[in-house]
Each structure stands twice: as structure tokens, then as C-alpha cells.
């Protein structure tokens, strides 16, 4: 039996033939890798086996939009005074296979247009993903429309080298020409959507790319029709590496089937003839060859999950927010560069470009004479300015009502929930601060700190009892999620409590009172803007509380019976 380096090895090699076979139908790979040599040497055996007339092209993830797609040939226009295009990279390698590289970090505007032309198989694209873990995978709008699935983090490199030459281009060349002859069927498209099925594959474009797969695996082994072979390598090579979950076992046939009951009448109907075994046992055989090939980590990983609900990932804190000169840039837009934004000067000139002959024709006859005359003619129409991206930190603020006995048995489950959440801030690069409000006042008791030590110093001591002045502690909430959005954070607000105002602003008592300062202070955190989320702590569900979260227009959850878990789990999922 051979060695797992080498199985994953001779996969690769058969994948990058597969590939040069039929590199627009097959739609191409979808490779994880750390860019090592394994990388390199998997590239240059692709590379091999392709034609010579459609080379391997390598593109960059920070690509243009122009580069790729065509646009305006800036210099040539200005010397014709008419428009002259440029061809993309697209139209320069038609028919052929680009490389790219760190395709994790490619932008979704870039990736649409890449999805289309693999729809028009027009090209083929190997996305080298570079991602560390399950974050930031390549994006799925690609990883749907390649075929292959590789994984070169499993392949040892001395193996790749002492099997590169098990395919040469003679033989991709044969199964070139061989490759309309295969004949294909609808028994073999029905195993690959059970098999695609069992995997929980959900993609429609996976079976359809696996069936070419097989096309192309049959046309390497000189066979004009598919066979159980040719099925098995496209569920490795296609299906396997998609896995969502772990193909159930065959279930085993039953001896005989039960013999009618003595009272049923029997039929007159001519009798159905029994569909073949032959269907279900491809379909097995093909569901083995999958669940074999799923790779080790990611069987661990469905195995340890199943059953379990699947919690979201957590990435990059922050909203998206876009700036006039700060931040990453993410395209150009028509408009004068005014108010702290910054003029495109290329993209400018490419929009007055095609215009200059007829505005030089427009021109009074003493400047078309005039020295200056060949000067580029702009209008305001012409200003572009660029885009910056930027992400802003993120800061939670807790606004915990610790008034009363029934707050005794939140200030525990707080306190955990905030620990919780301070772990992650590391990762997560965002802030906490805490509020409670009891008696007649709101305390910031824990003030915006990243500071695991600090915040369980700040809550050890927090008391509890009291009144609740429910309209105080919001209208501080607002005053501090106000002053952290104009230190450039992104707040988001968590209010446990259980809705029932005692004190109103002035402390004076009074329910009715309290309570309709409590909604009007709501309204006014409401027209803030903040995203909020109110988490009911009494036993039951309050209609107080949620007749506050519709004010607030805050996200309701009551949590009768919770701990600190649960309650970070609610504030992580609601952000």
C-alpha cells in the first residue's frame, strides 16, 4: 500500500494532466498550499504538459481592474486622438490557464468577473490559496467552477520529483484529440450526484466539473467510455477535498425479501422488472473512493463536529467603512477631489482621453493654434477620485443592570462572559467596556480596555442591589458609545436587564414615570445608529423588556437560564 506522501503526490501529478486535457471544461484547480517547493515543482509540471500555444500566465492577486479585463491604452489614445483599447489578461491567455497567486486575497470585485469568464470557458485558473486555516479561504464564487481540489500541504516534494515524469506532453496531447471521443452516460452523471450528495456537497457546478474530470481521466487511459476507474479518480480528485460530511457506510442488502401476506390479493399486474445492483454498486464503490480519499484533518474535523451546530467563524472585527485618503485602496469613483479626497490623476486621464479629438475640433480657432494646443483637455466630468477601504476597531459596551436581588445571579455569568470575550480580543483586535447601573446612578465600572487583568480587577468587586434608573444608563450609554465612534471605533451595545424601571431621571421613584423615561432615552440611543442587542435576564420573559428592544430596535433574547458561555456565545453571534 503506498505511503500517504505518495498517494497525495501521484493525485497532484494526475490532477495537473487531468487539467492540460481539457483546462477549459475542467475549469481548473483549486490548490491549497504554503508556496514551497512543492508549489513551484507542481507549477512547472503543469506547465509542461500544457500546449505550447496556451503557455501557463501568472497573475497577482492586487491586479487591476484594467490589466485584467482591458480597458483604455492610456498613451495610445492620447497620440490618436481616438480610443484605443487594450486586450486583458483574459483575452491575452483565451483558451489557456492563469495562475493565481495568493487567491485568498483576491477582491470579490476582481473574482465576479473571473466566475464569468470560467462560465464562457473562455480560460482556465489555477488559484494557489495561501489561507492559514478555514478563515479567509479562496472565495467560493471561484472554488465552485474549478474542478480540482488539490492540497500540495500533503505532497512531499521528493516524490513530486521522482513521479513528474509518469505523464509527458505526448501523452496530454493523444488525450487531447481523444477527449470528444469519450462517450458518457447518464448512469455515470447519477453516481456523481449521489456521490456529491453523500458528501454534502451542495454545489450543482461540482458534479458537472467532475464528470469532465472523469471525461479527462478516461482520455489519458485510452478509453472511449467511462468506466468505474475513471469515476473513482474524479471523487478523489473533485468530490472528496469538498466534503462537508462523512459519507455514510453502505447499507448491507437484506438475504430475501418478506414474503407476501396470506390475505393480500395478488396482482394482476404484469410484474416490474427488479432495477440492476449494478447502479447501487457503482454508486458505493464511487462513495468508498471519496470517503477514503477525504483527508485526514478534515475527517477529524467532520467527525468531532457532527451533531453539533456549526458555530461561525470569527474573523476581522469592525465595520468596512470607506475614507477619503486613509485605508486600502479600493477602486475609483467619478467626482472632484474635494473634502479630503484624492484625485486619480491615470484614471482621470483615461476618462478624458477618448474626448480630446472632438474637444480640440470644439475649440475657439486661436487655441487650436495656440502652443498649448496639444495640452490634455479635462473637464469635471473627467475628475476621478480614489476609494480607500478601511477597517475600523470594534469596541462591545456591556450595560448590566445590577439593581435588585435577581441581578445577583447575572453579575457572575457577566463577568465570565466578558473574560470570555477579552480572550479573543487579540485576535479579534477590539475593546470592552462595562456599565452597571443600581440605585440612583450609572458607573462606568470598567472603561474601554483590551486588558484581561484590568477587567477582572474592575468586576471582583461589583455590587449589586438597589433601584433600577433604567433612563440614566442609557442616556450614558449613548455619551460613551458617541465618544468611541468619534474616536474612530465601531460600537455595539449589550443591555441585560430586565426592562422594569423604578427611578427616573432625577431619582425620584415612581414606575410610570421611570418607564416612559426609559423608552424616550431608548429612542434617542435608537437614532444613534448603534447596533444593539438586549438580553432579557429575568426568569421569565418580560414585556417590558421587549417592548425596550423594539424602542432600541435591538435584537430581543431572552435567556432565562444562561451562563457566561452562552452569553458571550449571544453577543458573538449577534455581532
Known amino acids: 500500500m503506498p505511503a500517504a506522501g505518495e498517494g497525495a503526490a501521484r493525485d497532484a501529478l494526475l490532477a495537473a494532466a487531468c487539467l492540460a486535457v481539457d483546462p477549459c471544461g475542467v475549469g481548473g484547480a483549486w490548490v491549497r498550499t504554503d508556496f514551497g517547493e512543492a508549489c513551484r515543482q507542481w507549477l512547472e509540471a503543469l506547465r509542461a504538459l500544457l500546449p505550447g ?26 497620440a490618436a486622438g481616438a480610443p484605443v483599447r487594450a486586450r486583458g489578461l483574459l483575452a491575452e491567455a483565451g483558451g489557456g490557464v492563469i495562475a493565481l497567486s495568493s487567491a485568498e486575497r483576491l477582491p470579490a470585485r476582481l473574482a465576479v468577473p473571473l466566475a464569468a469568464a470560467l462560465d464562457r470557458r473562455e480560460v482556465a485558473l489555477v488559484a494557489l490559496d495561501g489561507s492559514l486555516g478555514e478563515d479567509e479561504p479562496c472565495a467560493r464564487v471561484l472554488a465552485d467552477r474549478l474542478g480540482l481540489a488539490i492540497d500540495l500541504r500533503e505532497c512531499d516534494e521528493r516524490q513530486l520529483q521522482l513521479m513528474s515524469d509518469e505523464f509527458d506532453a505526448g501523452d496530454v496531447q493523444r488525450a487531447r484529440r481523444r477527449l470528444g471521443e469519450v462517450a ?17 456537497i451542495g454545489s450543482l457546478h461540482v458534479p458537472l466539473l467532475a464528470l469532465r474530470v472523469a471525461r479527462a481521466h478516461a482520455a489519458l487511459a485510452g478509453r472511449g467510455a467511462l468506466t468505474a476507474a475513471d469515476l473513482q479518480a474524479a471523487a478523489r480528485l473533485v468530490l472528496a477535498p469538498r466534503a462537508t460530511c462523512i459519507p455514510a457506510a453502505p447499507a448491507q442488502d437484506s438475504a430475501e425479501p ?27 464503490q464511487v462513495v468508498a473512493a471519496a470517503r477514503a480519499a477525504i483527508p485526514a484533518r478534515l475527517l477529524a474535523s467532520l467527525a468531532a463536529s457532527a451533531g453539533q451546530p456549526r458555530a461561525g ?23 472632484a477631489p474635494r473634502s479630503g479626497t484624492r484625485l486619480n490623476v491615470v484614471a482621470t486621464l483615461r476618462a478624458a482621453a477618448p474626448w480630446q479629438r472632438v474637444r480640440q475640433r470644439a475649440a475657439s480657432p486661436p487655441a487650436r493654434h495656440a502652443p498649448q494646443a496639444r495640452r490634455v483637455l479635462v473637464r469635471t466630468g473627467d475628475f476621478r477620485v480614489t476609494c480607500f477601504r478601511q477597517r475600523s476597531e470594534t469596541i462591545t459596551l456591556f450595560l448590566l443592570d445590577a439593581s435588585g436581588s435577581s441581578a445577583m445571579h447575572r453579575l457572575a455569568e457577566v463577568k465570565g462572559a466578558v473574560e470570555l470575550l477579552l480572550a479573543e480580543c487579540y485576535v479579534r483586535r477590539d475593546q470592552v467596556a462595562v456599565l452597571a447601573f443600581r440605585g440612583r446612578k450609572a458607573e462606568l465600572v470598567l472603561a474601554p480596555t483590551r486588558s484581561l487583568v484590568r ?19 442609557l442616556d450614558a450609554a449613548r455619551e460613551l458609545a458617541a465618544q468611541s465612534r468619534r474616536r474612530g471605533l ?12 423604578n427611578v427616573a431621571r432625577d ?24 447596533r444593539t ?24 433574547l431572552p435567556l432565562p437560564y444562561a451562563d457566561a458561555r452562552a452569553l458571550a456565545g449571544a453577543v458573538q453571534s449577534a455581532g
Open 184 to 200: 458518457t452516460d447518464d448512469e455515470s452523471l447519477r453516481t456523481l450526484c449521489a456521490t456529491a450528495a453523500a458528501c454534502g
Open 507 to 530: 431619582g425620584s421613584g415612581g414606575r410610570q414615570r421611570a418607564a416612559e423615561e426609559a423608552l424616550q432615552a431608548a429612542r434617542a440611543l435608537r437614532a444613534g445608529g448603534f
Open 258 to 284: 418478506p414474503p407476501p401476506a396470506p390475505n393480500e390479493p395478488e396482482s394482476d399486474a404484469a410484474p416490474q422488472p427488479e432495477p440492476s445492483g449494478q447502479v447501487g454498486e457503482l454508486a458505493d
Open 53 to 78: 500555444e496556451h503557455p501557463l500566465r501568472r497573475m497577482p492577486a492586487h491586479i487591476d481592474d484594467e490589466r485584467l479585463l482591458g480597458g483604455i491604452d492610456l498613451a495610445a489614445t492620447l
Open 313 to 335: 467563524t470569527s474573523g476581522k472585527s469592525g465595520a468596512t467603512v470607506l475614507r477619503g485618503r486613509r485605508g486600502r485602496p479600493c477602486g475609483v469613483r467619478a467626482g
Open 533 to 556: 442587542l438586549l438580553i432579557d435576564t429575568a426568569p421569565r420573559p418580560q414585556p417590558q423588556a421587549r417592548a425596550l428592544a423594539e424602542c432600541l430596535c435591538a435584537r430581543y
Open 455 to 473: 477587567a477582572k480587577r474592575s468586576l471582583a468587586g461589583l455590587p449589586g442591589g438597589g433601584g433600577t434608573p433604567l433612563a440614566t444608563a
Open 490 to 501: 465601531d460600537p455595539s451595545l449589550v443591555v441585560l436587564t430586565d426592562g422594569q424601571a
